[in-house]
């Protein structure tokens, strides 16, 4: 396959799942997010748009480069997993979070997300550094978004 196809395949994935995952994601007047306890360092909400879509090209070209590495595919296939189970992750925690309204089990699944990220970065580091660093923002993000996720479920619980 050539290597225009996969970065267009790498990138796209993770743009798929995360409109997928924004079905799930209704935050505007009247809705149940709106209505929630909130901290007072809780982003607005015109922020998370454009931040997930560059984590998710970000996480794409990690992926492509990856992918198109020279290193026998057996080697890839643990990296590449990892990155695909993380990325279903991701698309969980917003179905948990705003469809079934699960602060609390939406927190352990950020928390999962954040492990699984991390051994994605681990199996990358080691075919790819540059790979590895583009899924830094992602985990700082994400990072965050567990400490707020924690701080929701407190104050509405």
């Known amino acids: ?70 290193v026998a595919q057996t080697v890839k296939a643990k990296a590449m997993t990892l990155w695909g189970i993380q990325l279903v992750a991701n698309f969980l925690w917003s179905y948990l979070f705003f469809e079934r309204q699960e602060i609390g089990l939406a927190f352990a699944e950020i928390l999962l997300l954040w492990v699984l990220i991390l051994l994605t970065i681990f199996a990358f580091a080691k075919l790819n550094k540059l790979a590895a660093w583009l899924m830094v923002p992602y985990i700082s993000w994400v990072s965050f978004a567990s400490i707020l996720t924690y701080t929701i479920w407190k104050m509405n619980s």
């Not at 607005?44 to 748009?49: D, E, M, S």
Request: net charge positive; aromatic share 18%.
């Open 1 to 70: 396959m050539k290597n225009w196809i996969r970065l267009i395949i790498a990138i796209g994935l993770p743009l798929l799942v995360g409109a997928a995952g924004s079905y799930f994601t209704v935050t505007g007047e009247g809705s149940w997010y709106q209505q929630i306890n909130k901290p007072d360092w809780n982003p607005p909400g015109k922020i998370f748009g454009p931040v997930w879509t560059m984590l998710y090209i970000l996480m794409g070209i990690a992926f492509y480069l990856v992918w198109k590495s020279d």
